[in-house]
């Protein structure tokens, strides 16, 4: 069984879904409320599960409600949650989600997920190195993700770097990862580039292998030489919270199969991902997603 260490943040979703988005000084009514499990770490690792990996998750919460309902969510999944830490002087993190004609606007609040640490991961270690992938995010300590970088480096277990938040890193640590899986602007952003318009362009200036997502266009991908291109898969969307992180997971589950046909059922896990309300309410089994596949054929 493959086995994914993910780490990265946990947050309660605060999702309000509408008709539209609110302007600036404008309210409106919304059509419904609801709290659910997040954060991109916790998502990934929800994912990955459900995909059939053995997955453990470094990360924080708080000892507060939103924090105990969050790893009862996530003990619920198998999710091993002995590197994961409760801090009772903070908050849990949390993620003000709306959801508005299949899209969504986010503020992330990171409270616990901010005390995530390199000793925490330094920690991991014996679990990190029997790990067949590991995934970081940027939504915990930026010196937090380079340390996991490090780490999966010096123990050469392939680290996938999902740029989310974006920001500009520096090269040293992008040469770290086995892969980067950005959108257009986060890629942009990463490299410091004034433009998104050219992305592949952008794609072979990185320094490493990229996998880029583009909604339901699917994605690119590019070690070496040209990118290559895999097709979307076509659904009807109802959120697409959580379709990033669903890729991200299944591309790390899959990796051993080779990267066309990671990055190919990582589409077919996206596409189905954007299904259902709730950034982790959408994310497929695999029999979902091999039914998907089996279908496209």
Same mark, same amino acid.
């Given at each position: ?5 993910? @780490?990265?943040?946990?947050?309660? &979703? !605060? ?7 609110? +302007? ?5 009514? +919304? ?6 499990? +997040? ?17 453990? !998750? ?14 009862? +969510? ?5 999710? &091993? ?5 409760? !801090?009772? &002087? ?24 901010? $005390? ?6 330094? $920690? ?34 392939? @680290? ?34 004034? %433009? ?5 362009? !952008?794609? $072979? ?33 109802? &959120? %697409? ?32 991902? @954007? ?19 089996? $279908?496209?054929?």
């Amino acid at each position: 069984m493959t086995r994914i260490v993910v @780490v990265g943040s946990i947050n309660m &979703d !605060l999702v309000t879904q509408a008709a539209r988005f609110v +302007g600036p000084g404008e309210t409106i009514l +919304g059509e419904r409320f609801l709290t659910v499990p +997040g954060g991109k770490g916790a998502n990934q690792a929800v994912a990955a599960a459900r995909l059939g990996a053995t997955v453990a !998750l470094v990360g924080a919460t708080g000892d507060d409600a939103f924090g105990r309902q969050l790893r009862q +969510g996530l003990a619920a999944e198998n999710i &091993d949650l002995s590197h994961t830490i409760e !801090l009772g &002087d903070c908050a849990s993190g949390t993620a003000s989600i709306t959801v508005a004609e299949g899209e969504n606007q986010i503020i992330v609040v990171p409270a616990a997920n901010a $005390r995530v640490t390199p000793t925490q991961v330094e $920690r991991a270690q014996d679990l990190i190195a029997r790990a067949d992938a590991v995934l970081v995010q940027m939504e915990i300590p930026l010196e937090t993700v380079e340390a996991t970088l490090r780490l999966g480096h010096r123990l050469e277990v392939p @680290v996938i770097l999902n740029p989310a938040p974006a920001q500009k890193l520096p090269t040293n640590w992008l040469k770290l990862a086995r892969y980067v899986t950005p959108n257009q602007h986060e890629l942009a952003i990463l490299l410091g580039a004034d %433009s998104t318009e050219d992305f592949r362009a !952008l794609m $072979r200036q990185a320094p490493c292998p990229v996998v880029l997502t583009r909604g339901a266009e699917g994605a690119w991908y590019r070690e070496q030489g040209e990118p290559s291109h895999q097709s979307g898969f076509q659904v009807d969307v109802v &959120d %697409s919270t959580g379709a990033g992180d669903t890729f991200n997971a299944a591309l790390a589950v899959f990796l051993r199969e080779g990267l066309a046909a990671a990055v190919r059922k990582a589409c077919a896990a996206a596409a189905l991902s @954007v299904g259902k309300l709730g950034a982790q309410g959408g994310m497929p089994q695999l029999h979902e997603v091999e039914d998907l596949l089996a $279908r496209s054929n």
